[in-house]
């Protein structure tokens, strides 16, 4: 159970898109901004506290040495040096802890909302967005912000404090010296400002290829049996090869950057303090400052120098952590789909649809999909919907869950305008079955219940798949309905899964049905068993069904024929195949073909009954 002090993960992170990635940032934060000030005080103690341990060596030397209460006084050194050294360390391990928090709390928060995000984008966004890239973003750009966080903002805070404290105690001992301490910093700090443009510009060319080398993968795993089946894994291998080298490329300027970096201020740092050293030495020998004072100082000047040396790094690295955020506000700056936006009836619909002028243009192109669609469908009635690849098919019924909404015209569902139903209402009242099933890789049980909004019991979940006509073969497995189907139901046949489909959507009993072309992957004998079951389910319910074989439009109310968008048919089977048109010409086509299958089937047949009475003894 989650702690109720704990900052909630799930927020909206809209405001966090804005033009100051610094302001977006801290907005990140919210509800973590208390813990990881206390971070930076933590390691702000954690400076104190080592600074600590080199003034009492100082004052060790010059007063506890000479002093003749020397062995009264010696535990009491010790026992301060070890308190301050345990300050330092419980000090550093509370700042790193808090800091964790934040940074995982903040990377939580990114996750949670990027994946809701992603699920709520509208379909002309997903069309547009590749998946290797959003997987990128989601994954490796979210794990940088996380660790810069964790790692890089707090890793300046405590050298930014570090420089403070030792900064002011070397000013105590002299002013002088501590001027003369500091005088190469301003370069290292312009050094580290010139790697922070340079190495985030690289960081984010590297960042691109990176998506693009991680969706060439994804396509290529998710596309790997037509790779085999073609035997493409040669080109596909040089295909990569390619891409690989360009990241590799890009990732070696970014470590050569890294790699002048590190050398540059070294020596930089080196000067510094060897400067600041010999200073000191030459100030002690004069009488100006004491062995302790410069023992001291030694302490301080090298916990002040080195990690500023550090501090480029971090700086280059919080770059990288910029990039990824922008990176990320690129997808949240994407609308969500407003799914919950519109009326929610009480009553199922019945199915009473009129499209009238209907036109539609896809996002961000230009040519319209569908001119002036007309028709009108009552009650329970089936519509089939024909045409060639492109003809408008599947964009016409995406309209009527409102997965994209049409550009011009009137589309009625029930008398009322269908944009003025929410989509979520829509999509819980009509069920679609896809041309290509999709199962999720967990059981069969889950998949067919998949997206219900009540519970259900065992037998409507066996009554279901009997109607789909895959409760028998559900049966056979070892496992039965708790079989597990494998990534995207690899583990079962294509007549299978979308038997599998079926029985999904006949469970959730939708008031409207869209058949998109469900049976054009299965062999014929499935196709027949898909078939009967479809004829159940079809029953007094408003069914869409896109199909290429007359055979299975036969008995619509209606048919649609299509062509560029456009519906150059119209009527029922009897009207269209006795007029001159595509339809009767389809008709025709299919005919024949079958007749010529049946006349060689049965030309088979009759040469394989000669052969076996040739071979009969007379």
Request: charged fraction near 20%.
């Amino acid at each position: 159970m989650r702690n109720i002090m704990e900052p909630s993960a799930n927020i909206d992170l809209k405001n966090t898109v804005t033009k100051g990635k610094v302001t977006g940032l801290w907005r990140l934060m919210r509800g973590y901004h208390g813990i990881y000030l206390a971070a930076i005080i933590s390691v702000g103690l954690a400076a104190l506290s080592r600074t600590g341990l080199y003034v009492l060596l100082g004052k060790f030397v010059d007063e506890i040495l000479p002093s003749e209460n020397i062995r009264q006084l010696l535990p009491l050194v010790v026992i301060g040096l070890l308190l301050l050294a345990l300050l330092q360390g419980g000090f550093t391990f509370l700042g790193g802890r808090l800091a964790a928090k934040t940074a995982e709390g903040v990377a939580r928060r990114l996750r949670n909302y990027l994946y809701n995000h992603l699920q709520r984008l509208s379909f002309s966004q997903n069309d547009r967005l590749q998946t290797g890239d959003l997987l990128q973003r989601s994954t490796s750009d979210v794990d940088t912000v996380r660790r810069m966080f964790a790692e890089q903002v707090i890793g300046i805070g405590r050298i930014s404090l570090l420089f403070i404290v030792n900064f002011a105690a070397i000013a105590l001992i002299d002013v002088r010296l501590a001027l003369i301490s500091v005088a190469i910093i301003p370069v290292i700090l312009g050094i580290s400002l010139f790697f922070f443009i340079k190495v985030g510009h690289a960081y984010e060319v590297f960042q691109e290829q990176e998506a693009r080398l991680s969706n060439q993968l994804q396509e290529n795993l998710t596309g790997v049996r037509v790779v085999k089946a073609f035997a493409r894994q040669e080109y596909e291998k040089d295909a990569f090869e390619v891409e690989n080298e360009e990241k590799y490329q890009r990732g070696r300027k970014l470590t050569l950057m890294h790699a002048t970096y590190w050398p540059t201020t070294d020596v930089l740092a080196g000067v510094q303090m060897i400067l600041g050293f010999y200073v000191a030495a030459v100030m002690a020998l004069n009488g100006e400052i004491t062995v302790g004072m410069y023992i001291a100082y030694a302490g301080f000047l090298v916990a002040l120098i080195w990690p500023i040396r550090n501090l480029g790094r971090l700086i280059a690295d919080v770059s990288t952590g910029f990039v990824s955020f922008g990176r990320i506000q690129k997808i949240i700056r994407l609308d969500e789909e407003p799914l919950y936006e519109g009326e929610y009836p009480e009553r199922p619909l019945r199915g009473e649809i009129v499209f009238d002028q209907v036109n539609f243009t896809y996002e961000g192109e230009e040519g319209e999909v569908l001119h002036d669609i007309n028709f009108t469908v009552r009650p329970g009635q089936k519509i089939a919907i024909m045409g060639g690849t492109g003809s408008g098919k599947t964009s016409l019924v995406n309209l009527l869950p409102r997965f994209y909404d049409y550009s011009d015209g009137h589309i009625l569902l029930d008398g009322a305008e269908l944009t003025t139903y929410s989509r979520d209402y829509l999509r819980q009242q009509i069920g679609i079955v896809m041309q290509e099933p999709f199962l999720f890789s967990t059981t069969i049980r889950q998949n067919i219940t998949y997206g219900l909004t009540r519970e259900v019991t065992e037998e409507e979940v066996y009554e279901a798949a009997k109607a789909a006509a895959v409760h028998e073969v559900i049966l056979s497995f070892p496992d039965g309905y708790d079989t597990m189907v494998g990534e995207r139901g690899v583990t079962l046949s294509g007549g299978q899964k979308q038997r599998i489909t079926l029985a999904r959507t006949i469970l959730r009993d939708p008031s409207l049905l869209i058949l998109d072309d469900a049976t054009s992957s299965v062999d014929t004998e499935t196709e027949e068993i898909i078939r009967n079951a479809l004829r159940k389910l079809m029953q007094n319910r408003t069914t869409f069904l896109i199909a290429h074989r007359v055979q299975s439009v036969m008995d619509a109310d209606l048919i649609l024929v299509l062509e560029h968008g456009r519906i150059i048919q119209s009527g029922a089977h009897v009207e269209l195949v006795n007029q001159p048109g595509t339809y009767r010409r389809i008709y025709n086509l299919q005919s024949r073909i079958e007749s010529e299958l049946e006349a060689e089937l049965a030309g088979a047949d009759v040469i394989s009954h000669g052969k076996l009475a040739l071979a009969e003894p007379a």
